[in-house]
């Protein structure tokens, strides 16, 4: 009796180191879709059954696995998909939103792969009430970290543990989008950095890019480097929010300077975008209104007022609406190109019409569910 209480116990004990020495995988998720309708002031209007209108569609896998008592090693990968179509996004990548791998302990984490810029990870939620999403009525209107949501491909990144709720990050990627190429300077790479603190009721943020332009940059097209000027495309993003009683107030402001590279919400020189915002407990669920602003030193000034409400049907399930309105209707700037070379820094006739197609209404409905 007493041999076979001792061998049940060793099996036991057996079978509980092999489990704590083991991975922990979870498989996790979003399917968000919804009617979008889009009425510009200047052309037909769009009705679809749209993606990701509250969050982007996606699934993922995380792990971690414990090393010593003090260290473990992370993972997770995640990838967007349209939801509508079943397609991939972040242009087909299988895992397009994070593909890392980590050594992680209670003071830090060391961080390889594919990984959120700071300037996108710290402005996700806690910032604006409708964080980076909720299409036009979302931080993606003005803040260029939003816009093309700041991914970046090949990074290293350092990142503190939580010291009192105070936190920071700061990596480096050999090259923003795609396979490094041969000579350093040929690649975009990137600079990204920035601090947060949490409290109790509240939540503030700084965070900064840096974006090479790369000796191999050639001629003016949107979305790559001034090929002219080769000037380095940097954002400062400064934003914080806080609750008393059923009110949530928000505020976020942002410097964007050369704005030739990813990510950029208008190819423009230098850029103040700001925002003010609440969410308000109501009725068992949460109304959202917001403003932003983006005022531009090449008059492609935007101003754009939104307005939600989201109500859970459950701790995963949620149905949302919004509607937004859109105000794209200066004068830019535009650019002059003389021999192949820009002699007036400005933008191009396309530029300008899609400028002028951001002026327009949306509204939208739809239902969310995480697993």
């Known amino acids: 009796m007493k041999l076979s209480t001792i061998a049940v116990a060793a099996v036991a004990a057996a079978a509980a180191m092999s489990a704590s020495a083991q991975s922990h995988v979870t498989l996790y998720g979003i399917i968000d879709l919804g009617y979008l309708h889009t009425n510009p002031s200047n052309g037909p209007s769009t009705n679809e059954l749209a993606d990701g209108i509250q969050s982007q569609s996606r699934f993922g896998l995380r792990g971690v696995e414990r090393l010593t008592p003090d260290i473990n090693a992370a993972f997770t990968l995640e990838g967007g998909i349209s939801a509508d179509t079943g397609t991939s996004q972040q242009s087909g990548r299988l895992f397009g939103r994070q593909a890392w791998l980590s050594l992680l302990a209670r003071t830090g984490e060391f961080r390889l792969g594919r990984q959120y810029g700071v300037g996108y990870e710290y402005f996700l939620s806690d910032t604006s009430p409708f964080g980076t999403t909720f299409r036009d009525a979302g931080t993606g209107s003005v803040f260029s970290s939003a816009s093309g949501r700041l991914i970046l491909d090949n990074v290293v990144m350092l990142r503190t543990g939580d010291f009192g709720g105070l936190s920071g990050a700061v990596g480096y990627s050999f090259n923003a989008n795609g396979t490094e190429l041969a000579g350093t300077g040929n690649n975009t790479s990137v600079?990204?950095?920035?601090?947060?603190?949490?409290?109790?009721?509240?939540?503030?943020?700084?965070?900064?890019?840096?974006?090479?332009?790369?000796?191999?940059?050639?001629?003016?097209?949107?979305?790559?480097?001034?090929?002219?000027?080769?000037?380095?495309?940097?954002?400062?993003?400064?934003?914080?929010?806080?609750?008393?009683?059923?009110?949530?107030?928000?505020?976020?402001?942002?410097?964007?300077e050369n704005q030739f590279n990813?990510?950029?919400?208008?190819?423009?020189?230098?850029?103040?975008?700001?925002?003010?915002?609440?969410?308000?407990?109501?009725?068992?669920?949460?109304?959202?209104?917001?403003?932003?602003?983006?005022?531009?030193?090449?008059?492609?000034?935007?101003?754009?007022?939104?307005?939600?409400?989201?109500?859970?049907?459950?701790?995963?399930?949620?149905?949302?609406?919004?509607?937004?309105?859109?105000?794209a209707d200066d004068a830019p700037t535009a650019q002059l190109v003389s021999g192949g070379r820009i002699v007036r820094e400005g933008y191009t006739t396309s530029q300008i019409d899609a400028y002028r197609n951001r002026d327009r209404l949306q509204f939208g409905v739809g239902l969310r569910h995480s697993f």
């Open 191 to 256: 600079w990204t950095a920035g601090a947060r603190y949490r409290t109790r009721d509240g939540y503030f943020a700084v965070s900064y890019e840096n974006f090479n332009c790369p000796d191999t940059a050639t001629g003016t097209t949107f979305n790559t480097c001034n090929a002219s000027f080769r000037d380095d495309q940097s954002h400062w993003q400064v934003a914080g929010s806080y609750q008393i009683s059923a009110f949530r107030l928000y505020g976020m402001w942002a410097l964007e």
């Open 262 to 327: 990813f990510f950029a919400v208008t190819p423009a020189k230098k850029v103040h975008a700001y925002e003010l915002g609440v969410k308000v407990k109501l009725v068992g669920g949460e109304l959202l209104a917001a403003y932003q602003g983006r005022d531009d030193d090449w008059n492609a000034n935007l101003d754009v007022w939104g307005i939600g409400f989201t109500y859970p049907f459950s701790r995963r399930t949620n149905l949302y609406t919004f509607v937004s309105d859109t105000s």
